[in-house]
């Protein structure tokens, strides 16, 4: 008998039913037909002269095997069934991602796509975030949140490889909340510990920090912002005082505070006496700028519901003198 050779094509991904065939002079009924090399991308299933070829997930190109078919008697010789798998352009794939930011900052972040043939590709925000705003340069995202806005957000993007656009992807975005207080200290270079436990019960209800140096000295000057021997408060309101304005988020109800009023405390030098006032704004006035605030202190009363916002003012006052004042030390 004879194995009759063929040549078939499919496109990229897609299964072919191969039939095989085969002749015999003598008119005898082929009995077999059997694989006897395998295809090289692909696989073969099937029994007889009925196969089917399944090319390799994104192959294209040439591929074949070879067979042979008998009578029961003899067995024919191998002929080839040549095989070409046609090119297809694939759906890229945008990947989505998680983020996360501190509130009032900004992330740059690197968006990512795939495509099986390597082709390049762009991006293309779809869907811009609720709680913020996103710029594309290629593929790398910068993400603004809004101002003062904390938690969950999210933005969808989609890439193309020129000629096929992908399904859209998603980046879920978290924005941390990051304490005000914690921030002011930061940006006026003060020394600080948001958290700290006056009364040794293990939970923070108290917020301390140091003005100037640790320890403080009378030649500290990193205080507060100042113009001139005139200092600005944070509400830009020019004159001789300065306010320091902060707040506190409880996140412990677990315990009552004895005390259930605000308890605001200054020290004019780290190792000296306190002075305290409650419930009302602490105001201290002071005639030489020599003499430092050292050292402010708010007891947060545990009645505070969780994550709720105490605000303290405290207002330092300074005289100054009338003439050749010295260095101003808040």
Not at 11 to 21: A, F, N, Q, R
Request: proline letters at 8%; hydrophobic letters at 35%; one cysteine or more.
């Amino acid at each position: 008998p004879v194995a009759n050779a063929q040549a078939v094509s499919t496109d990229e991904d897609t299964p072919l039913g191969i039939t095989l065939s085969g002749s015999d002079i003598d008119g005898d009924t082929l009995t077999t037909f059997s694989v006897t090399v395998q295809p090289l991308h692909g696989t073969l299933t099937g029994t007889g002269a009925n196969r089917n070829y399944t090319p390799e997930a994104n192959y294209f190109g040439p591929d074949s095997f070879t067979f042979t078919t008998s009578d029961g008697e003899f067995i024919s010789t191998p002929a080839t069934v040549s095989i070409t798998v046609n090119p297809v352009n694939d759906m890229p794939l945008a990947i989505a991602k998680s983020i996360s930011v501190n509130e009032d900052n900004v992330l740059t972040t690197t968006l990512a796509g795939s495509d099986v043939e390597g082709s390049p590709l762009t991006y293309t925000v779809v869907n811009p975030p609720v709680n913020g705003t996103v710029t594309l340069a290629g593929a790398v995202a910068t993400y603004t949140p809004y101002a003062n806005f904390h938690g969950p957000d999210s933005f969808s993007f989609t890439v193309s490889d020129g000629t096929v656009t992908s399904t859209s992807a998603l980046v879920s975005a978290v924005v941390n909340p990051v304490d005000e207080f914690t921030q002011w200290l930061a940006a006026s270079s003060l020394n600080g510990d948001p958290c700290t436990d006056s009364d040794g019960d293990s939970i923070c209800n108290a917020l301390e920090f140091v003005l100037g140096g640790d320890p403080a000295e009378a030649s500290d000057t990193q205080i507060l912002p100042t113009t001139s021997l005139e200092s600005v408060d944070l509400d830009f309101n020019p004159g001789n005082e300065d306010y320091l304005l902060f707040s506190h988020r409880r996140t412990h109800t677990s315990q009552i505070d004895p005390s259930p009023t605000v308890k605001v405390e200054w020290a004019t030098r780290l190792a000296g006496p306190w002075t305290s006032a409650d419930e009302t704004v602490g105001v201290v006035n002071l005639t030489d700028p020599g003499v430092d605030i050292d050292m402010v202190r708010v007891y947060v009363p545990r009645s505070l519901e969780e994550n709720g916002l105490l605000f303290a003012r405290l207002r330092v006052v300074i005289d100054l003198p009338p003439e050749d004042p010295p260095p101003i030390d808040e």
